[in-house]
């Protein structure tokens, strides 16, 4: 499978204090996942995707909200947000069947999901499009990682192993693929999700919103009531 190109040199250069506090918050985030877990990029991925599937709810939940207060539309922010949460969560459900995380990892993705679920939620409320920032650096550091991902398994570091059928299904892969190709359509969405929030943060500051990269097709998981209907 050959996965959209994406620009792997995008950066959003800090422009004022919300962007170099967004930037500065994400570089401390690069450094506590590159201290505890090194080179181990399955398990990695595990407890960074817990905390990936965030923001897009919690946008999704504040955007909502904020739009029945205002009795107005919402520019398709919210479905937007919460596909964007739903594709995270898709991303934790395919690297658990790789990484196989221990009992101590799982604490840590419970632990971390919930101290950034309220630091995430209270900033949203202050500054939504310094949180929208911030998801747009998490996702340029998510791109550079499942790269260095790549490479560890080109270079043999990391086991090639077969696709977990939950990616086979959800990104429409074809039979044989491996662990390699579903990094490499994960790392696409992330550059879909950094372009995604880069923009959205561009227009609250009433900034062009700029290129989206192209997001990989998958299945779109439809609500129970939708096939009841």
């Not at 800090?14 to 399955?42: H, I």
């Not at 923009?199 to 290129?211: I, K, S, T």
């Not at 990269?213 to 009841?228: M, Q, R, S, T």
């Amino acid at each position: 499978m050959t996965s959209p190109a994406i620009d792997l040199t995008v950066h959003h250069k800090p422009a004022g204090v919300s962007d170099r506090v967004a930037y500065g918050f994400v570089k401390l985030l690069r450094f506590c996942a590159d201290t505890f877990f090194a080179k181990r990029y399955g398990h990695r991925a595990v407890v960074l995707e817990t905390v990936a599937a965030v923001p897009g709810m919690v946008g999704a939940t504040l955007t909502h909200l904020k739009c029945l207060r205002r009795m107005e539309g919402d520019k398709g922010w919210i479905k937007t947000l919460m596909d964007e949460a739903e594709n995270e969560r898709m991303h934790l459900m395919t690297f658990i069947e790789v990484a196989k995380p221990t009992l101590f990892e799982r604490f840590v993705v419970v632990a971390a999901q919930w101290v950034f679920y309220l630091f995430f939620f209270g900033l949203y409320l202050v500054s939504s499009k310094t949180a929208h920032r911030v998801v747009g650096y998490f996702e340029e550091e998510a791109v550079i990682s499942y790269t260095h991902y790549l490479a560890e398994i080109d270079e043999g570091r990391s086991a090639n192993v077969p696709a977990p059928q939950i990616a086979l299904d959800y990104w429409n892969l074809p039979a044989g693929s491996t662990l390699r190709d579903v990094v490499e359509v994960v790392r696409a969405d992330e550059a879909h999700h950094r372009d995604v929030n880069h923009g959205f943060a561009n227009e609250l500051r009433g900034l062009p919103q700029g290129e989206i990269a192209p997001c990989p097709p998958h299945v779109v998981l439809e609500p129970n009531w939708k096939a009841a209907a």
